[in-house]
């Protein structure tokens, strides 16, 4: 049974850039979450997607968006990357909107220098 | 403005003996609390949780216990053990449905 998935591990951008990441639900899952993790602190609610519509969403700017595709998986796109967005990007998957079981991929390290 | 707090970024205990991690929150909102245990490189992994009609709940080695009266929960480990040294994370939200608000974690070091 896979476990949520995400791509890239790894990812280095530059300033103004666009960035593009990958989460694939744990099966079964039909609600993907986002999160940003900053250094030292907790993560951070982006957004969650269920029906391919994002239904939630947390105190971020519309640089921030997602789409979910008919299959589940989901990914974030971040629009003028700035040197604060620099983060573990963790995606988290779940059933019918719940959100008090949820099960987090490994994330994707993303450095804006 | 933090609204789930962990005041202590780190915590080392004996092996075999009690770890207690602490947590306060200030929403009034929140009614279900968890927490989440994390690897270097892997993601959060459910650890157990408590609903505020509820004052504690036990998984084993682990217990949570809620104070909503001073908004406080505490997670107790024993016997604390080498492989529960990890980054602790207390959890918030208002429903099994609502956003979770994540504190910024707590770094248990459990020695041999």
């Known amino acids: 049974d896979a476990g949520v998935t995400q791509s890239p591990t790894h990812l280095i951008k530059t300033r103004g850039q666009q960035v593009t990441l990958r989460c694939s639900p744990k099966?079964?899952?039909?609600?993907v979450s986002w999160y940003q993790q900053a250094l030292g602190q907790g993560p951070q609610f982006i957004f969650q997607?269920?029906?391919?519509?994002?239904?939630q969403r947390g105190n971020f700017p519309d640089r921030f968006s997602g789409h979910q595709f008919p299959n589940y998986s989901s990914e974030l796109n971040v629009n003028a990357l700035l040197l604060g967005d620099s983060a573990l990007y963790l995606c988290?998957?779940?059933?019918?909107?719940?959100?008090?079981?949820?099960?987090f991929g490994p994330g994707t390290r993303l450095t804006v220098l | 403005d933090q609204q789930v707090k962990q005041n202590s970024p780190s915590l080392s205990v004996q092996e075999g003996r009690i770890s207690i991690l602490n947590c306060d929150y200030t929403?009034?909102?929140?009614?279900?609390f968890l927490w989440y245990k994390k690897y270097p490189a892997e993601g959060p992994t459910f650890l157990i949780s408590?609903?505020?009609?509820?004052d504690k709940n036990e998984d084993g080695r682990f217990t949570v216990f809620l104070n909503k009266s001073a908004k406080h929960l505490s997670l107790h480990i024993v016997p604390s053990q080498p492989g529960d040294s990890a980054v602790y994370f207390c959890?918030?939200?208002?429903?099994?449905?609502?956003?979770?608000?994540f504190g910024p974690g707590t770094s248990l070091s459990v020695i041999p």
């Open positions: 959890a918030a939200s208002a429903t099994s449905y609502d956003k979770v608000i």
């Open positions: 099966s079964g899952h039909d609600t």
């Open positions: 988290a998957s779940s059933l019918q909107l719940r959100t008090d079981t949820q099960y």
């Open positions: 408590i609903s505020s009609i509820k």
């Open positions: 997607y269920y029906e391919e519509e994002e239904r």
């Open positions: 929403n009034s909102m929140f009614d279900y």
